[in-house]
């Protein structure tokens, strides 16, 4: 059942419209999770509050007297209070003031919201630990995701948080390190001969036939509140720090960040926590960049066989594309395209600033430099990166990006000859 908090008040199909009470009871299982009137794929949910009860709520207990994590926004989340996982300390990641990098930029600012610094090192965590919180409410057993690899090792960690069995659906060329990730948090993984999307379906299918919670964000509508709170954390850090930015740069994938993002951000707006929105700056890779095409076309183009070396966003057929869609022209936002090399040069920017990224989280920061490239960035815009996982994650292209260290003998002269080369 979807049984939640007094906050939540319906379900609308993003699709068609039409609602469902969050009162009724529903069976668990996979039903809830999509629209009823439309297809599986096309009738996804999106979550909707009382956001007078959450203001009296934020009344009686302050923001300001709550844990720093994201859970200080549970009414926002559909978790009864009661359920909210003590010890899971998910969210609340600070906002570095990068501001040499503004500067070299000629940004009016450029601040980066580090999400690497997350249990497992994704922005992922946050969409994970609401899930499986959910999950533990419905009093599921066993939860399983698809995944190009943060999505799923996050899961794993909270699934081994909470002492239940993880099962993982991932392409067999997953990154190296997020596998290592998942098979110490002891997740059951299967590599999959084929494409993300071949993972995807047969995920979801395993999910009907072995009754496991589905953690896939595109269906899943709990996913996305817990994304969400980056947007709430944007917004109440933003407030705090008397800095409302023009521009949020997120990277696009399957859709659901930069779409729960801007939900975040706009029921922070509606709560009066800020007093404007952000316009989005999403950043695709240029080999796969389905998002880009819809924007002018209102559809998915036919996949391609491009590539990216970004593999948290190598998505061909992202199943949020129209929750992405929407929150990008509400923002009047942008999407930009950035190439590997792109990727590769924003990986070294980002660490000589201190910033240590996959490429994914680097593509935010490639955007916010082509954007100044294109002059739709300039000395007028306070700009915020989402950096969405760390560097960690795919050692091979931050190797790739750093370069070799100068081998030596343990010899003073020799450190003196290659001071001179360099
Ligand atoms: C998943 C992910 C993204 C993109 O999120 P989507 O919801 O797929 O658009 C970006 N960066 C990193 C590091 C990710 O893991
Ligand atoms: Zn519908």
Not at 110 to 119: I, S
Not at 214 to 227: D, H, Q, S, T, W
Request: glycine share 10%.
């Amino acid at each position: 059942m979807l049984i939640m908090n007094s906050t939540l008040t319906q379900l609308r199909c993003i699709n068609c419209g039409s609602t469902t009470k969050a009162s009724v009871a529903i069976a668990a299982g996979e039903q809830w999770m999509t629209c009823p009137a439309c297809s599986p794929s096309e009738g996804i949910l999106d979550i909707e509050y009382d956001l007078d009860a959450v203001r009296r709520s934020w009344e009686k207990r302050p923001l300001s007297d709550r844990p720093l994590n994201h859970w200080r926004y549970h009414e926002l989340l559909p978790l009864a209070a009661d359920q909210i996982p003590r010890g899971w300390q998910v969210g609340w990641t600070p906002i570095v003031d990068t501001a040499r990098l503004a500067q070299e930029l000629g940004l009016r600012s450029l601040r980066v919201k580090d999400d690497g610094r997350n249990p497992s090192g994704s922005l992922k965590d946050r969409a994970s630990s609401v899930g499986m919180a959910h999950a533990l409410q419905i009093g599921a057993d066993t939860v399983a995701c698809a995944s190009t690899g943060n999505a799923a090792t996050s899961l794993a960690c909270h699934a081994a948080l909470a002492g239940k069995a993880a099962r993982i659906f991932v392409p067999h060329t997953a990154p190296e390190p997020k596998l290592a990730q998942l098979l110490v948090y002891g997740a059951k993984v299967f590599a999959v001969e084929g494409t993300y999307d071949e993972a995807y379906q047969l995920c979801s299918a395993a999910c009907d036939r072995f009754g496991w919670y589905n953690r896939n964000c595109a269906i899943n509508p709990v996913l996305v509140e817990g994304k969400k709170t980056a947007g709430l954390e944007v917004a109440e850090q933003s407030a705090l720090a008397g800095e409302v930015p023009d521009w949020v740069a997120v990277s696009v994938g399957d859709g659901c960040t930069i779409a729960g993002i801007w939900k975040g951000l706009v029921e922070m707006h509606t709560l009066g926590v800020i007093d404007r929105l952000p316009r989005l700056l999403g950043v695709q890779a240029a080999g796969v960049a389905p998002i880009d095409y819809a924007m002018t076309h209102d559809a998915l183009p036919e996949v391609g066989d491009g590539s990216t070396i970004a593999d948290s966003i190598d998505v061909p057929v992202p199943r949020n594309w129209r929750k992405a869609v929407q929150a990008l022209r509400e923002s009047d936002g942008v999407v930009v395209c950035v190439t590997d090399e792109q990727l590769l040069d924003a990986i070294r920017l980002g660490g000589k600033h201190g910033i240590f990224a996959e490429p994914a989280a680097a593509a935010a920061l490639a955007g916010i430099v082509a954007g100044v490239e294109s002059k739709l960035l300039g000395a007028e815009d306070r700009v915020l990166a989402m950096m969405t996982g760390t560097g960690l994650k795919d050692i091979r292209s931050s190797t790739r990006a750093g370069g070799a260290p100068t081998r030596i003998k343990p010899s003073l002269d020799e450190v003196a000859v290659a001071l001179e080369q360099a």
